[in-house]
């Protein structure tokens, strides 16, 4: 059932869109209607206006998603599953032509020739008007502008077109007719290229980590696969092609002799450490320009009118051949489209980085599968499940074994027999130790369980300690004014400032989150129980007295009660800012957790993942403040009308 | 027996930060027997509330002393009730255990706590609004409960400052008239602050007019009107021409106060 969900992805995907596109227009429907009738009886500004509206949140819900689905490429694969595969063959023919194409004005302004021409002519001209005449002697000055003359007479002999090599006219002109070949074989059609059974066998698009299937699924793909491979062959007969020329040569000769020349004068003489440096440099810039033009990479200007003409019609018959394909590309795949590298096709775009909700669906059930033999959870642990706890590994972990070398008596010894009878406190420091076997029960475990047990123990902990603190601080003078400067001068500093102190302090596992947790939600709790203690009404206070109540009696049934909505509200933001420092503090360190997922995930640029838990983490924080909110309106219904 | 007497009560607040002080009472001689039910009339600042603070223990003056059934005042007690002019209710608490509060805290059985809070709820018309929540009462039922609450723990002496003040012309005579039952049946000495002649006059068998700069008792009154309003409908001796007369005659002496401390001022 899972495999079948998992392969048909791009299936389930089209009737989700097709589902979300008929929410998105019948909610408007309805929206729009709605105001219409409303229009009449609302006058504007009024907060009842706000109420309600559920036909608007489907409007918005189902466009964020339909947006998700366009530019993560989820409506292009769902609806037109094989054109990524199609786009992928394209893309392997414009790689293998694209060290043709780089010569030529196609993708770029000038011929490269021109380029190159007019680049080192300037470089040249900037060389000769540079020289430091105060390094160089009067005869290795002239030497040297010989040499950049001559640099620039190679240029002029190779953009001469009576100068080009027959053999590299040739070479040029059949090139040029094969590639015409190339279109007019594109142009035939791809009626009867058949893929191969091995193509067919590959997984769909996406379902693997290979991204792109690559061998041809469509008669289309496999005409386009077969000229690319043609292409390659081409391509590497051009890259061979040099223009060679005898006057061209003998200029080359004689001036790579020059520079050996002044190369070596620099080596013989005496010269300060300073100007030899200079000398060098200046020399090693001038032969840097000269090797750029001694591999005959020029040609005359005309040369390519040929070349280009083929590849520029090659491409038109590519768009010709494209047909639907090209509609998609520009409709349904925004971005750069599918890219060929070395061994696989990858999707360049948005796609890349925002994966489709599907595979974010999928990556999410491998990672929730709780049996981890066959691949689930992450790293060793589940993402939300239970196990078995061994009773004696929470006593263990509760009693430190500390206390037991405290209590009265020594540990055993082994006797003259040479056996070792154990005493109490042996037997006590075995149970401290989580040595003896007591049972076992279950508990939860998990990814997402030791994140969220992390808060809820640093909560409790937080709780337990800043209500009652905080309530003192409202009602004494004493606990205020003691505590005040402690806990004001930690709180404004940004929790995970703390991180990197507490983390050494108390170690990378859970006692060093629990603690960090800890000192936010405590900070919290002082400060909203202080707030709601020291906000009773003097009345209360004072009615309660009249009616006999002891101090202690008032603490605990008036003035307890009349901070409870702030400490509700307390609770609230601690379990928020809780959680936005536990994940920051799991990817900073720690094994488990869902911030240390999101942490390996982004070490290895898994984009799925990184969403993933980005959605768990939202997910879990919206679930917890609704749980606090209907907590909050439960409880304490009175707020805001005592 | 249980009367409560007040001896040469002085008290003066000074201002932390000025340094400078205001004589919100000077000199206040009176007793009170079990059983009378005192109004206290006079100008805003005068001081009543200082005063009815002081019986209540919140406060210890300057100099002077109090005294209820032989005992001195030093602190708060069940023996003293107050009533505050908004409820002080428990807002997290419905009604019944806002009434309960008091024999909650003396640890009361529960059985018996019961009988009490349903017996009071009956007397000030509360019946069957037991698991309300407070905070879904008017003002005049949040009153009741107030009431209530503090007549449950059976106090010697009742205080009241400007209880009916935040109410409705007419729920405040039905109060009225609540108050007059509950000083009838209960025979509870009483202590009400007001800022209305009219309900000072109907709810004292004594009236004291203080008089602000220092706060003292300027002029006391004894009156028939409250004996006659546990007979009579409060309207009717409200058009009685001696209620007017006397009502004539404190409104100008509150007058003349008040202009006097404006043109002091
Ligand atoms: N805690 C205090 N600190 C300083 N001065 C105070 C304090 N309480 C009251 N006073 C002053 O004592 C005087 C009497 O105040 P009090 O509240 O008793 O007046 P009141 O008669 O109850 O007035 P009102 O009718 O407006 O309630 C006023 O001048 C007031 O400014
Ligand atoms: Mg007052």
Known sequence: ?642 | MSDLICKNLNMTFTNPQTGSKIEALKDINFSLKKGELLSVLGPSGCGKTTLLNMIAGFLNPTAGSMSLGGNLIEGPSVERGMVFQQGALFEWLTVSKNVDFGLRMKKTPKAEAKKLVDKWLNIVGLQGFGDTPTYQLSGGMQQRVALARCLVNDPDVILMDEPLGALDALTREKMQSLILELWKETGKTILIITHSVEEALLLGERLFVMAPRPGRIHKEYKLPFAEEGLTKPLREIKHDTRFGDVREEILSMIWDMEEEIMGGA
């Open chain 1, 1 to 642: 059932m899972l495999s079948w969900v998992s392969e048909e992805r791009a299936f389930i995907a089209a009737v989700v869109i097709i589902l979300l596109l008929l929410c998105f227009t019948i909610s408007i429907f309805i929206g729009v209607k709605q105001t219409a009738f409303r229009e009449k009886d609302e006058v504007f500004g009024d907060p009842e206006r706000t109420l309600g509206g559920w036909y608007w949140t489907i409007t918005g819900v189902s466009s964020v998603l339909l947006l998700w689905f366009y530019f993560s490429w989820g409506i292009g694969r769902a609806f037109f599953p094989e054109a990524g595969n199609e786009m992928c063959q394209i893309a392997k023919l414009e790689t293998a032509i694209a060290p043709i194409t780089a010569t030529l004005p196609i993708n770029t302004r000038y011929f490269k020739s021109t380029t190159l021409t007019r680049r080192n002519s300037e470089q040249l001209e900037i060389l000769l008007s540079s020289m430091p005449t105060s390094i160089f002697t009067k005869i290795e000055q002239s030497e040297l502008i010989e040499i950049i003359e001559n640099s620039k007479a190679i240029i002029g002999v190779f953009s001469n077109q009576k100068n080009q090599s027959k053999e590299s006219v040739a070479f040029l002109k059949k090139i040029s007719s094969d590639i015409r070949k190339l279109s007019a074989e594109l142009r035939l059609g791809f009626d009867g290229y058949l893929p191969t059974k091995e193509a067919l066998a590959q997984p769909n698009w996406g379902t693997t980590y290979i991204e792109i299937p690559l061998l041809p699924i469509t008669s289309k793909g496999v005409l386009f696969d077969s000229i690319s491979n043609q292409a390659s062959i081409i391509t590497k007969t051009f890259l061979k092609t040099r223009n060679n020329s005898d006057a061209g040569d003998t200029l080359i000769e004689s001036t790579k002799k020059k520079i050996s020349l002044l190369k070596a004068t620099n080596k013989s003489s005496v010269f300060d450490e300073d100007i030899l440096i200079r000398r060098k440099a200046y020399v090693k810039a001038v032969e840097r320009i000269f090797k750029r033009l001694d591999d005959g990479t020029i040609f005359p200007p005309k040369a390519f009118d040929g070349l280009n003409y083929a590849v520029t019609d090659l491409f038109t018959a590519i768009d010709e051949t494209k047909g639907g394909l090209k509609l998609i590309d520009t409709l349904f795949v925004p971005g750069a489209g599918v890219i060929k590298s070395r061994t696989q096709c990858t999707e360049q775009g948005s796609g890349r980085w925002l994966p489709k909700p599907t595979d974010v669906i999928a990556s999410f059930l491998k990672l929730a599968n709780p049996n981890i033999e066959a691949g689930g959870g992450y790293k060793g642990s589940t993402l939300f499940w239970w196990k078995w706890l061994p009773i004696a590994d929470l006593i263990g972990f509760i009693i430190p074994d500390k206390i037991i070398d405290l209590l009265p008596g020594e540990y055993g010894r082994h006797s003259d027999t040479g056996n070792f009878q154990s005493n109490y406190k042996d037997n006590l420091l075995a149970l401290a130790q989580g040595d003896i076997y007591l049972g076992s029960i279950p508990m939860l475990d998990g990814h997402i369980w030791d994140s969220v047990f992390r808060v809820l123990v640093a909560l409790i902990l937080g709780i337990g300690l800043g209500v009652p603190l905080g309530i003192y601080m409202g009602v004494s003078r004493f606990f205020k004014s003691f505590f005040d400067p402690i806990i004001e001068l930690y709180r404004p500093v940004p929790p995970l400032a703390w991180a990197p102190l507490i983390l050494t302090i108390f170690g990378i596992n859970d006692d060093g989150k629990i603690f960090l947790l800890f000192m936010v939600a405590f900070a919290i709790m002082v400060i909203s129980a202080r707030t709601g203690a020291s906000g009773t009404q003097l009345s209360k206070i004072r009615a309660s007295h009249s009616l006999g109540a002891s101090n202690r009696q008032i603490l605990r049934y008036v003035i307890l009660p009349n901070a409870l909505p702030e400490i509700l509200t307390g609770i609230r933001i601690s379990i928020g800012v809780c959680w936005g420092t536990l994940v920051a503090a799991e990817m900073l360190a720690g094994t488990t957790g869902i911030g240390f997922i999101e942490n390996v995930a982004r070490v290895v640029s898994n984009y799925e993942l990184i969403w993933v838990t980005i959605l768990i983490m939202g997910l879990l924080g919206l679930a917890f403040d609704i749980m606090m909110r209907r907590i909050i309106n439960k409880t304490i219904p009175w707020r805001g009308k005592g």
